[in-house]
């Protein structure tokens, strides 16, 4: 029943209205009052325009009272009926035109405010794209022939992917969020050459699956979960250092610490260089806790946020913006032509342009969203991480971001375990390394692995409950509805809301749970939130 309701409303696509002007919009850290546009009101022609006279309109099939005397008398009496029916046909236009200004001024008032339009056309939108180089299947992997590329028009090689239609929804959501990430970093045509469906672009689909198979093991035209995205963002970032960005995934269960982050974010001259830092999470079960809603709308508001890679059951979006409970979002399961490599950037056109953007409003219910999630924040200076962690520590809710001085060295740190590439790609021959399984020299945050050789304890972890992901690609979580009984295999005691550790395919490792009746927040705020200080510029400890 899900996937016939998403094909059916795929198919009509309606377009999000604006019903509740009293709500504002909190959209990355700005604000928008949903008030329609004043000029559009002022705008409308008010009736107007000569009375017509009632008086001596005559119907259509009307005769003349008396009858006719003379010729003269005659042509009088046709002027007349002329002018009525004149009369009577510009009475119905004005009629028709008050009912159209009356249907344009409901569309007007339920529009949505220019700036926060603008603002989407403004974001970086990736979506599925169709035609791009083979990127070639495993023996053992999906096959490349769908039901979902074959009811968008697209026909595989039998040999390879040339669309990711089907199952490359959280990879593009991954890729909007980065993209939009760099978009505050960078300027100019070279994202479009940076996320070209191509081997050669460094962002590209070609290189999240090479990546995704190497270090997660993830196979070509398989599903990636939010853990396996964030760990090849992480990779490919290292990786291409023209991009500048460098990334930190959050430990478990939402835990940031700081000398973890700071030793990624900082070079060994104490520099601060741009990073994007990733909380994965799971906020629920089925659906996201309600306990978690305000902190979840909250992570929206701050000023360093990218957004949000997660979705509905079975399908990825990414999420930008909030009114009350309706959260606005990108989706990707639209495909679009391939968006093809240039060395020379200035040969992109504007019609290359717009195909990596939108001004379609789209918003679904929180209560909708599914609760395994990769939340994003770009933290551009040692400034933006002291804010981020005053405001993180002062919202006074539920929180499910854990900020600590010190990561626990209990064995190897969560930052140790991801791999980090030591050198660029070549993305030249990078076709050739995904065809033949080629290896990858990656580095930790204490030295340089040799080649082939990504942890062993790395792999298990990102494979761990992979038989449950669907191989087609169409789920989210191992644990959605459509997944029943899954979660028995985790732990034995499911009554409560599950807090778990994000692993590469998108499934989760138990940690803890807690009770599902929404707790007494003056109780728990102490412990979830783990900061002890009233003042921001105070030091903080974990509890």
């Known amino acids: 029943m899900n996937n016939i309701q998403r094909l059916v409303g795929y198919l009509l696509d309606p377009e999000a209205l604006n019903v509740d002007h009293d709500l504002p919009i909190v959209c990355l850290g700005q604000e928008f009052s949903a008030e329609p546009d004043a000029d559009r009101e002022d705008g409308l022609e008010q009736d107007g325009g000569e009375a017509v006279e009632d008086a001596q309109v005559m119907g259509e099939g009307d005769e003349p009272q008396q009858p006719l005397r003379n010729q003269q008398q005659q042509a009088v009496e046709t002027l007349k009926l002329a002018k009525n029916r004149i009369s009577n046909y510009i009475a119905q236009l004005r009629n028709d035109e008050e009912k159209a200004d009356e249907a344009t001024r409901i569309e007007r008032s339920t529009s949505w405010p220019s700036a926060f339009v603008s603002t989407i056309e403004s974001l970086y939108y990736m979506s599925y794209r169709t035609e791009f180089p083979l990127i ?12 979902s590329a074959l009811l968008r028009g697209h026909v595989n090689d039998r040999s390879g992917f040339t669309s990711d239609i089907g199952w490359g929804c959280m990879v593009r959501s991954g890729q909007t969020m980065l993209a939009n990430s760099l978009a505050r970093l960078h300027h100019g045509s070279k ?17 999240f699956v090479y990546y995704g198979q190497v270090a997660c093991k993830k196979l070509p035209g398989e599903w990636f979960g939010p853990s396996a995205a964030a760990r090849c963002m992480s990779i ?36 601060f260089h741009p990073t994007l830092l990733l909380v994965g999470i799971r906020l629920g079960i089925e659906k996201i806790t309600p ?26 979006h990414y999420f930008f913006a909030y009114q009350g409970s309706n959260f606005f979002y990108l989706d990707p399961h639209y495909p679009r032509k391939v968006l093809k490599y240039k060395q020379d950037i200035s040969e992109y056109t504007d019609e290359d342009l717009a195909s990596v953007h939108t001004s379609r409003v789209r918003n679904i219910k929180i209560d909708t969203m599914d609760p395994s999630m990769l939340i994003g924040f770009l933290i551009k200076s040692r400034s933006d991480w002291d804010d981020w962690v005053c405001r993180i520590r002062e919202f006074p809710g539920r929180k499910f971001i854990h900020i600590s001085k010190a990561e626990p060295h209990f064995g190897q740190s969560k930052q140790q375990e991801q791999p980090q590439a030591a050198a660029a790609v070549s ?7 995904i065809s033949a399984g080629g290896s990858v020299i990656s580095e930790d945050s204490s030295g340089s692995l040799p080649d082939n050789s990504i942890p062993d304890d790395y792999v298990d972890v990102c494979r761990e409950e992979d038989e449950q992901v669907d191989g087609t690609g169409d789920r989210f979580s191992a644990s959605s509805s459509d997944n029943e009984g899954d979660d028995d295999d985790e732990e034995e ?6 807090v778990l550790e994000s692993d590469c395919d998108g499934s989760m490792t138990m940690l803890s ?20 200080t009233d003042e921001c510029g105070e030091g903080w400890q974990s509890s």
């Not at 994202?191 to 290189?207: M, T």
């Not at 005691?493 to 599950?498: E, I, L």
């Not at 927040?521 to 900061?531: I, M, P």
């Open 136 to 147: 070639p299947r495993s023996a053992s992997g999906p096959a490349p022939v769908s039901v």
């Open 191 to 207: 994202l479009l050459a940076w996320f070209a469906d191509d081997p050669q672009a460094p962002f590209s689909i070609h290189n």
């Open 236 to 271: 490919l970032c290292s990786s291409f250092a023209d991009c500048g960005l460098r990334v930190y995934i959050s430990g478990d269960a939402g835990d940031v610490y700081e000398d973890s982050f700071l030793k990624v974010a900082t070079d060994e001259d104490g520099v």
């Open 291 to 316: 306990v978690y809603h305000d902190a979840l709308k909250f992570s929206l508001s701050l000023p360093e946020s990218v957004g949000i890679a997660g979705g509905r059951p079975s399908a990825s």
């Open 427 to 433: 993305h030249s021959s990078a076709e050739a390394d």
């Open 493 to 498: 005691d499911m009554t409560g809301v599950q």
């Open 513 to 532: 749970s807690s009770s599902v009746a929404a707790p007494n927040v003056e109780e728990t705020t102490a412990q979830d939130g783990g900061l002890k």
